[in-house]
C-alpha cells in the first residue's frame, strides 16, 4: 500500500496553487471516503434535515390541494398584479439550477480539473431545483384540468396553444434543460455506481447498484463509449446554459410592460443565474463537507474558485443594474424612468435596496483573499445571495403595482398561502438533496481519481472501483 500513496503536493505545475485533494491520499482512501456515508450510519443532523423536509414537503401538498378547491383567489393576486410569487419563485428555482449545468458541462470543456469534487452534488442540485421550479407553472395556470394546453399540441383548435407565447418556449426550454441534465448526471454516475455495487453488502442493495450501473465493468471499451458520451452530453448542455434562462426572462421581455421591456433581460438573467446557482452550491456543500469529513477532498481551492465566480457574476449584475438606470433615462421614456424610480424610492424601496445590498455589495467581500477562503464568511454570503436573488425576481414583478394608469394602481402583498406554497417548496429540494446524500455518492469518485498523479504501476487497486477508475485516470481528466 505504501507504494500506492501519492504526494499531491507537487502535482500542480503552479506552486502557488493549491491541490486538488490533500494529503497524501490513494485511490482507495478517495473510495473509503465517499461511500462511508452511504455504508454507514447517517449522522443525527441527516435524520433532522430530512424531518423539516417532510415536515415541509407535507405542507405544500396541503397548500396545493387547498389551491386546486379554492383557486388562484386564495393568493395574494390583484389587478394590476395578476403575476405573483408563482413566477417570482419560477424564475428563482431555475435560477438556482444554472449552476450546475455550468460546473458540470462548461468547465468540462474547459478543462477545469477543479470542478471534479463540487459537480456531482451541483448536479443533484440542479435536478431538484427544476423539480420545484415545475411545480409553479403546473399550479399559478388556475385551471389545472386544461393544464395540457401549456404543451406544445398540434394547433387543432385554431386558437391554442399559442407558438408565439413565452410559456411555450419555458416548456421546451425548461424540458430539454431537465432532460439533458438527468442524463448528464446520470452518465457520470455509472462508474460510481459500479463501485458501490461491488462494495455492497446486502443482496438489496447490490441489486439496484447493479441494475443502474448497467453492467459496468471498468473495461477499455466501456470508458471509451463512457468518455464519447459524457462528451457529447456536456456539448449539448453548454448552449442551455445561455438558452433557459434566456427564454425565461423572454416572459418579461416580450412584454410592453415599463421595465421589463428591455434587450438587456437574457445575458442579466442568465449572469443572475449563475450567480445564485453558485451561491446554492457553496449553501450546501459547505456543511456538507463537515458533517461527512470530505474537507480533504472538497477544499478551500474549491469554494475560493466558486466565490470568484460569485463575485464576477455580482459584478455583472450589479452592472446591469446601473445600466437599466442608465438606458431609461436616456431613452427620454416617461414611464420607463417612473418605473425605475418608483422601484427605488417607491412603496417597495425596502425590497429593491435588500437586492442591492446582497447582490452588489455582498459578493465585494470576495475581492479578499482572507474572506473568501474563510468558511463562515463563505457560507453567511451564499445565503445573502440567495436572498438577493429572489428579491430581485420579486422586484421585477412587483413593477405591475404602478402600471400605466394610476386609477388602477394597488398594493401587493403575499397571503398566508404564498408563503407556505414557497416554503413547501424548500421542503421538496432538502428531502431530494437528503436522499440524494444518503443514497448516492455526492462526490465522483472516478473523476476525483483522474485528477490525482497517475498510482504507482505495480499498484492494482484494494477493489474494483480503484481498478477500473485507475485504468480511467487522466483520459477522463
Known amino acids: 500500500m505504501a507504494s500506492a500513496e501519492m504526494d499531491n503536493s507537487n502535482f500542480d505545475p503552479l506552486d502557488e496553487r493549491a491541490p486538488l485533494v490533500l494529503g497524501e491520499q490513494t485511490l482507495s482512501a478517495v473510495t473509503e471516503a465517499v461511500a462511508r456515508p452511504i455504508e454507514s450510519a447517517a449522522p443525527k443532523i441527516w435524520y433532522i434535515i430530512l424531518g423539516i423536509g417532510l415536515l415541509l414537503l407535507a405542507n405544500l401538498g396541503i397548500s396545493i390541494g387547498y389551491l386546486f378547491w379554492q383557486g388562484t383567489g386564495i393568493w395574494g ?19 438556482i439550477g444554472h449552476a450546475g449545468t455550468l460546473i458540470s458541462a462548461v468547465l468540462y470543456l474547459l478543462r477545469q480539473k477543479w470542478r471534479t469534487s463540487i459537480n456531482r452534488a451541483a448536479e443533484a442540485m440542479t435536478l431538484f431545483a427544476v423539480v420545484c421550479a415545475l411545480v409553479f407553472p403546473t399550479i399559478h395556470v388556475g385551471r389545472v384540468w386544461l393544464l395540457y394546453w401549456f404543451a406544445p399540441l398540434p394547433n387543432q383548435m385554431a386558437m391554442w396553444p399559442n407558438f408565439r407565447s413565452p ?29 458501490m455495487r461491488d462494495r455492497s453488502k446486502t443482496a438489496l442493495s447490490k441489486a439496484l447498484y447493479g441494475f443502474f450501473s448497467l453492467g459496468w ?42 421595465g421589463w421591456h428591455t434587450t438587456i433581460f437574457p445575458p442579466y438573467f442568465v449572469a443572475g443565474a449563475i450567480f445564485s446557482g453558485f451561491g446554492m452550491v457553496l449553501t450546501l456543500l459547505i456543511p456538507c463537507r463537515v458533517i461527512y469529513k470530505l474537507e480533504h477532498i472538497i477544499t478551500i481551492r474549491h469554494l475560493e474558485n466558486m466565490a470568484k465566480v460569485v463575485l464576477l457574476t455580482g459584478t455583472l449584475v450589479g ?47 470576495f475581492w ?46 403575499p397571503t398566508y398561502w404564498d408563503i407556505s406554497t414557497f416554503l413547501g417548496t424548500f421542503g421538496l429540494f432538502f ?16 473523476e476525483v481519481k483522474s485528477v490525482m498523479p497517475i498510482a504507482d504501476p505495480h499498484y492494482h487497486g484494494d477493489d474494483h472501483g480503484d481498478e477500473s477508475a485507475h485504468k480511467g485516470a487522466h483520459a477522463h481528466g
Request: proline fraction near 4%.
Open 319 to 365: 452592472y446591469a443594474y446601473a445600466m437599466e438606470f442608465f438606458i431609461a433615462w436616456y431613452s427620454g421614456n416617461t414611464y420607463e424612468q417612473f418605473a425605475f424610480i418608483n422601484r427605488a424610492f417607491g412603496n417597495y424601496w425596502w425590497a429593491y435596496w435588500t437586492m442591492i445590498t446582497c447582490n452588489v455589495i455582498t459578493p465585494q467581500l
Open 217 to 258: 465493468r471498468g473495461s477499455n471499451r466501456h470508458w471509451q463509449h463512457y468518455e464519447r458520451a459524457y462528451l457529447l452530453l456536456a456539448a449539448l448542455s453548454m448552449p442551455l446554459v445561455l438558452s433557459v434562462h434566456s427564454i425565461v426572462s423572454f416572459d418579461f421581455a416580450t412584454s410592453q410592460v415599463p
Open 368 to 413: 479578499s483573499k482572507k474572506l473568501r477562503t474563510n468558511t463562515t464568511v463563505l457560507f453567511i454570503a451564499s445565503i445573502f445571495v440567495n436572498i438577493g436573488m429572489w428579491f430581485e425576481r420579486f422586484v421585477i414583478t412587483i413593477t405591475l403595482s404602478r402600471d400605466f394608469l394610476p386609477s388602477s394602481w394597488d398594493t401587493y402583498s
Open 167 to 195: 410559456l411555450l418556449w419555458d416548456f421546451f426550454a425548461v424540458s430539454t434543460y431537465g432532460t439533458v441534465s438527468l442524463l448528464f448526471w446520470y452518465t457520470g454516475l455509472v462508474p460510481d455506481l459500479a463501485t
Open 77 to 95: 393576486l390583484n389587478i394590476p398584479v395578476a403575476w405573483g410569487w408563482a413566477i417570482v419563485n419560477f424564475v428563482f428555482w431555475i435560477g
Open 431 to 446: 428531502t431530494l438533496f437528503a436522499l440524494f446524500l444518503r443514497f448516492v455518492p455526492q462526490v465522483a469518485i472516478a
